[in-house]
């Protein structure tokens, strides 16, 4: 049995391929994991604000020193960072937006982002914190951006692989639901995408 941590970041809502791809993971997981446990997030639904300085001034403060408006300025983020630590496996549904990912996403990685806690430096360079996890990233493209003149402009996996890595989250798997907007490939590309999962 494993907790999935389910990451949605999709402006779409019902009609998202990132959000169908995300499920058809999760699918996958529970068949291969009976009586999982399953936690939805919507990023875009619960409106994760974005870094404010006195925010982030509390991130770098000890514990035991914060005042009780200091405290309450982190309660988001300590819980998106508790809820990261349950979990085993994560399922990140990731658009391509304008090259990249929606910003509701990188609000999150934000707000998971704290020194001494899921990530630090040691004598060799940083050190993540945030280690044994299995990240599987449903990535949905009107383009291809997997393969040819377009995979230059994909900041979407290149910067999940690194920046979560960084975390210490170096298992990760991308799966591509690409070509939604172009002929000849768009009518089979999320069938195409929903085949190719493989949970190991």
Known sequence: MKH???LKSSIQGA??????LGHAIVEEIQEKY???IVEELNLVDIEIPHLKPEVLRAFFIPSDELTKEEKESILLSDHLVKQLFAADI??????LINFTIHSALKA???HITRA???FGYGENGPIGKVTGKKVYVAMSSGGVYSEGPGKANDFVAPYLKAFL?????TDLTVFRAEGLKVPGIKDYALDRAIKSI???
């Open 4 to 6: 999935i941590l389910h």
């Open 15 to 20: 009609t998202s391929y990132s959000i169908k």
């Open 34 to 36: 009976p009586g999982s």
């Open 90 to 95: 994560i399922v990140i549904g990731a658009p």
């Open 108 to 110: 999150w990685i934000d």
């Open 116 to 118: 001494g806690i899921t």
């Open 165 to 169: 890595g960084f975390l210490g989250m």
């Open 198 to 200: 493989k949970i190991n």
